[in-house]
């Protein structure tokens, strides 16, 4: 299947630094990206949908200006969590959509898992 | 807005076990997806359904659409300690256009005891 990749793996950081996750999608062009926020034993709980070349589209209640999304080529995104604090520990995952193998279907990268101190 | 509920939300079973989790929407689905998470690992695609009753199978896992298009389930027989992780489904509402989101349910952790 379609390989996506996560860069970093983990990140431990300062309060109110900024983190940047990067997003790539090793063996096919992503038109579509996904970021999800996943908590310890919940489910994925989706923060943003990643078109290439425009703007994002995020969920309710996720800040945009706080988890800055760029998807500048088909096969890279990025998040940015700005200012990061204490409650934005947690595990990121992005995902990507490709019709190869069969429409809809996400391959999802192996996550960030980010502590902010 | 659209929710996805799934039950149980944990399952423990004997190797060798059945083991069921089931998926119910709100609104009527144009297809529901299931993945399998392992511990400390991130979701990998399983399967897709699209129609009104359409039941597929993968070795011991078999999945289910309802009639509806409001449910679903999977089934795994005789479970090995391999099958142990989470198990989401992932349901999409057809909103037209290029919407593909989907909507995660809960997971259901199963853990199989050898």
């Known amino acids: 299947g379609a390989v996506v990749s996560q860069h970093p793996s983990r990140v431990i950081c300062k309060s109110g630094t900024s983190v940047k996750i990067e997003c790539r999608s090793l063996?096919?062009?992503?038109?579509?990206m996904f970021w999800y926020r996943q908590f310890p034993k919940q489910s994925l709980m989706l923060m943003a949908t990643?078109?290439?070349?425009?703007?994002?589209?995020?969920e309710q209640g996720v800040e945009k200006d706080k988890f800055l999304i760029n998807h500048a080529s088909l096969t890279l995104s990025t998040l940015t969590v700005t200012s990061a604090h204490p409650e934005d520990s947690s595990f990121y995952i992005c995902?990507?959509?490709?019709?190869?193998?069969?429409?809809?279907?996400?391959?999802f990268g192996p996550g960030t898992r980010l502590t902010v101190l | 807005g659209q929710q996805v509920m799934q039950i149980p939300q944990y399952q423990h079973v004997q190797e060798g076990e059945d083991f069921t989790t089931y998926c119910n929407s709100s609104?009527?689905?144009?297809?529901i997806q299931w993945y399998k998470q392992r511990p400390g690992g991130h979701p990998v695609f399983l399967i897709q359904?699209?129609?009104?009753?359409e039941v597929k199978k993968q070795k011991r896992l078999t999945f289910q659409f309802g009639e509806a298009k409001k449910n679903s389930s999977l089934h795994i027989t005789a479970t090995q300690t391999t099958d142990v992780g989470t198990y989401f489904c992932?349901?999409?509402?057809?909103?037209?256009?290029?919407?593909?989101?989907?909507?995660f349910g809960k997971g259901t952790l199963l853990t199989v005891n050898p």
């Open positions: 990643s078109n290439e070349g425009s703007k994002a589209t995020y």
């Open positions: 609104t009527t689905l144009s297809n």
């Open positions: 359904l699209v129609k009104s009753g």
């Open positions: 063996d096919f062009q992503a038109t579509t």
């Open positions: 995902s990507a959509r490709t019709w190869t193998g069969g429409p809809h279907e996400q391959f």
């Open positions: 992932a349901g999409r509402v057809n909103s037209g256009g290029s919407n593909y989101k989907l909507t």
